[in-house]
């Protein structure tokens, strides 16, 4: 499994996106199996539309809905109570660190399904002990 993370999902949706071309080539592959299942969440889908909302308008968002909505690789995950507990915990107790509670949700689903990769461009998934796809 592999999750799926924001600047992924962005760059997939955006040809001005400077990942744009990575995103597109590894999608493709992602969704022919490779890395498995892929997963997301519905924070990241959060972060993910309103991004794409504020600087791009609807259009983008309703192209990735679309995109989601056609795929049957992708598996959306929710952030339960005790999830977002935990998340906030994590967040915390990392005050050093600059991660977003969307980042900590991640990191602790994929703890949870014990998910090593995430599809993306944030740098903070490797200080959190993940492995970045593509590599940086």
């Known amino acids: 499994m ?11 949706t955006d040809p001005q ?22 997963v997301t969440s519905d924070y990241i889908l959060d972060e993910t539309y309103t991004l794409l909302r504020m600087r791009l308008g609807i259009e983008p968002v309703k192209r990735l ?3 989601l909505g056609q ?3 992708v598996q959306m995950v929710r952030v339960s109570d ?4 935990r998340s906030l915990d994590l967040m915390i107790s990392h005050e050093d660190k ?3 509670l969307t980042d900590c949700t991640s990191f602790v689903l994929m703890r ?17 002990g993940f492995r970045v796809v593509p590599d940086s």
């Open 17 to 38: 996106e400077r990942h744009h071309g990575h995103a597109v080539a590894l999608f493709a592959r992602l969704t022919k199996g490779e890395h498995g299942r892929m």
């Open 71 to 73: 795929s049957s690789s």
């Open 65 to 67: 809905r679309g995109l």
């Open 98 to 100: 600059r991660w977003s």
């Open 112 to 128: 949870e399904l014990e998910i090593g990769d995430a599809f993306t461009f944030d740098h903070n998934f490797i200080e959190a």
């Open 82 to 85: 005790t999830d977002f507990e």
């Open 2 to 12: 592999i999750l799926v993370d924001t600047g992924a999902w962005y760059a997939l």
